[in-house]
């Protein structure tokens, strides 16, 4: 287990604690956010969405969860135990962006093949998630960023986790960058077979750093764990681990 250091806030003068590798950190006494390694205040908009949802909402979701849909055990709902509920404030970074990608290359499905030439032009709310945590499904969040408001500590229940941010603004839009590139390199095997020239030019429009609250949930069925991810903002199961059925 790492060790937290602290720093003070310069605007109430409380604690701040943050352990290795984080760079961003969030005064929970008053809200106020600075990059730790310069003790500067952070400047870029910091927004939040609201969690809508109680610890008993989200175990009723989850019991609606377990008793529908396809592929599920029958006794699901009725034999698993909810052992664990925990809200955590995730830190992201939104880049909305546009983007276009040009290519041409060949075309191998006919004979003879042919040389093709296209254009993937496209506007993204491009999500990076600003730390690690294991297995959250970056990608399947479509983040309701309709509902965010400026970031308001008083928001943020007592016994909920708020975590910093280990990834900078640039690198964040680096990764955006690497993330958009690859995503249309495989949108184009659609059209082409063998990419001769491709060149992607991204207009970034708008950084956000933004805290979403997930709910982290564990339950217990027929001797083990499985765990599941709900976003507290629209209450979508963004990922459920679900037993198999023949148990
Ligand atoms: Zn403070």
Redesign the pocket.
Known sequence: MAIAQSIH?S????P?EFKPGEIIAT?K????TTVIQTGKPFTFAHSLLINNYSSSQIEELVRNWMSSGFMKPKDLEKKSKITETSLVYLPFWVISLETSTKYEGIFERITPPIVKKGEIKKEYNWLIIARQVASFPTREYDIPLAGKIPYDFRKIEGFAKLLNSEIDREEATTLTKQQIDTHHRFLIQQDIDRIIELSTTINVKQIVYLHAPIWFIKYYYKDKTYQLTVDGSKGMVLKGDIPSAKL
């Open positions: 806030c605007h109430c003068n409380g701040i005064c006494y008053c809200g106020f």
